[in-house]
């Protein structure tokens, strides 16, 4: 029976990721766009030090095994800080509006939309905001951590019964 540690590293990374999004919302610094590198940094980081981890305790396993044990570890910080967004948003629902605002000021800065396309842009997304937030997360957080969890199933090592 393998040490299975993608719940307790999934559970640990989100949070961090979540009290990192509120000292960034109390520092008004959450609409800041090197934030979300910041976010990525950690989720990479708590993938790769799971699938390292695995690796160490359960000798022998193969890159495929590892590399499962990183995706799973993702899947749990993917849901896990999809719940906590939404709770996020009902204490703070002024984030929301923030994002609109963001999203109206780049729109407004590239200079390719009319007022009016902008506007309906605006409306779209007001509608579809819960939507978008979700495949947002899913997408980033899926991509990342499939990509971290390549780099920690290389990085480990593998193949070596203790």
């Given amino acids: 029976m393998s040490n299975k540690n993608h719940i307790p590293f999934g559970v640990v990374t ?9 000292v960034l919302y109390f520092a008004k610094l959450n609409t800041e766009s090197w934030t979300s590198w910041l976010t990525i940094i950690i989720l990479a980081g708590g993938v790769i030090l799971s699938c390292l981890d695995f690796a160490k305790k359960n000798p022998g396993q193969t890159f495929g095994s590892i590399f499962a044990n990183g995706f799973k570890t993702t899947a749990v910080i993917t849901v896990i800080s999809i719940v ?32 009016d396309q902008i506007q309906t842009a605006i409306q779209l997304t007001q ?29 480990a090592p593998k193949g070596q019964k203790a």
């Fill in 14 to 22: 989100a949070l961090i990721l979540f009290v990192m999004g509120l």
């Fill in 84 to 115: 906590l967004t939404f709770v996020m948003l009902l204490i703070f629902p002024d984030m929301k509006e923030q994002a609109f605002e963001i999203a109206r000021k780049k729109m407004e800065a590239d200079g390719k939309m009319t007022e």
């Fill in 127 to 155: 509608k579809m905001y819960y939507v978008f937030l979700i495949g947002g997360i899913l997408f980033t957080y899926m991509i990342v951590g499939v990509i971290a969890s390549l780099i920690g199933a290389g990085a």
